[in-house]
């Protein structure tokens, strides 16, 4: 089955520093890549998501990079802010299947 | 829009007691549900998948005759813990994605959190 790993596990910027948490999938067919914010206690909300289709994704200060080849994918948080401070998780799945999570990334965000 | 909520968000319950959470999408028709487990600190685990009107399809590891899946209708799914136990204590989400939508995407509600004594 498919196994995604997340790295860093943690992570600390300076505000208004970028950071960027990567992922590597295992199964060539997966074709949706979805990124998650968790804040404590609450739930996972969706941030971005890129199908294997395209390359890059943008939204405003977060962005998406998928390399298939290479079977990774990245998230890119730039300005980062004390309110990004959170878990991340990174996700795959293929045709609309079950989600595959990575272990999670706790960024913080110092000011 | 794509708004899932949960019902109860906290239950305290003795060990040895069933316990029902619901989970329900508010404003879209849910064709699949899906339930997790998220340990202090870990991951979101699946534990089954749910389609409305057939049975749900469990993870391994996951026994079906402990946690009971009910999809029944669009909007609904409900898991029942049974003779829950300490161990079962975790925060439980669930998620829902709609045909009408893009699949792939699953909306997730505010999780339950479960305490067994």
């Known amino acids: 089955g498919e196994n995604v790993e997340q790295h860093p596990s943690t992570l600390s910027v300076q505000e208004g520093d970028s950071a960027v948490i990567k992922c590597t999938y295992s199964d060539s067919a997966s074709n949706y890549f979805p990124w998650y914010k968790q804040e404590l206690g609450k739930r996972p909300q969706l941030i971005i998501d890129?199908?294997?289709?395209?390359g890059e994704k943008k939204d405003q200060r977060i962005a998406v990079t998928l390399n298939k080849t290479a079977k990774h994918f990245s998230l890119h948080i730039t300005e980062t802010q004390p309110e990004d401070s959170a878990v991340y998780f990174c996700a795959a799945s293929k045709y609309g299947n079950k989600l595959v999570f990575g272990a999670g990334t706790i960024l913080r965000v110092k000011s | 829009g794509a708004v899932v909520s949960q019902h109860p968000s906290r239950v305290i319950c003795k060990s040895g007691t069933s316990v029902k959470i619901e989970c329900r999408s508010l404003d879209f028709q849910a064709t699949t549900m899906f339930w997790y487990r998220q340990f202090p600190k870990q991951s979101l685990m699946l534990m089954a998948t749910?389609?409305?009107?057939?049975?749900?399809?469990?993870e391994q590891g996951v026994e079906k005759d402990k946690f009971l899946i009910n999809h029944a209708s669009l909007t609904l799914s409900t898991l029942t813990v049974t003779s829950a136990h300490p161990e079962d204590s975790s925060f439980y989400i669930c998620?829902?994605?709609?045909?009408?939508?893009?699949?792939?995407?699953?909306?997730f509600g505010p999780g339950t959190r479960l305490l067994v004594l």
């Open positions: 890129i199908r294997s289709n395209v």
């Open positions: 998620s829902a994605s709609s045909r009408a939508t893009a699949k792939e995407t699953q909306y």
């Open positions: 749910s389609n409305e009107g057939s049975k749900a399809t469990y």
